[in-house]
């Protein structure tokens, strides 16, 4: 079995990572932890002196900090015994998702949702809502209970 875990930096990741590490898994399961790099807003950059090199320096610094986050999680599911790989993309969250599900043939992906709802949702948009939309395989959505307390998992 392959599962795509696609990640950010906040707790619903977290939960997700940690929901991951405790389902029973089949011998041979896959996981490849994922974080997609957004690109920094073309209106920032005209804000800035030097626009391509410091739209390439904050590239860099956000694919650091993603490459360290990625490997976070995989330290964590490699001590449950997944068998684990990281990726770090540049480009739209959404898209890229369900484009590395595809060409990676994974069954599964698993994200954690952050419930935005109303005005938030719709300025930013649901991750979740459009890979379940368009996944070529199965979507698990990992949500926080309220009053839940979450163990860091990463």
Request: charged share 25%.
């Amino acid at each position: 079995m392959k599962i795509l875990l696609a990640i950010d930096d906040s707790k619903f990741s977290d939960a997700a990572v940690q929901a991951v590490g405790e389902q029973a898994r089949p011998h041979g399961t896959e996981v490849r932890v994922l974080h997609v790099v957004e690109p920094p807003s073309l209106l920032v950059a005209r804000e800035m002196e030097d626009p391509n090199f410091q739209l390439e320096a904050a590239w860099e610094a956000a694919v650091k900090t993603a490459e360290a986050l990625v490997a976070r999680a995989a330290d964590a599911l490699r001590q449950t015994g997944f068998k684990v790989s990281t990726f770090v993309a540049r480009g739209e969250p959404r898209a890229t998702v369900v484009d590395m599900a595809s060409t990676w043939n994974a069954d599964l992906i698993v994200l954690g949702s952050h419930g935005r709802k109303g005005l938030d949702r719709f300025l930013m948009g649901s991750v979740a809502e459009a890979v379940v939309r368009y996944a070529p395989c199965s979507v698990e959505i990992v949500r926080i209970r309220s009053g839940h307390r979450l163990a860091k998992a990463v």
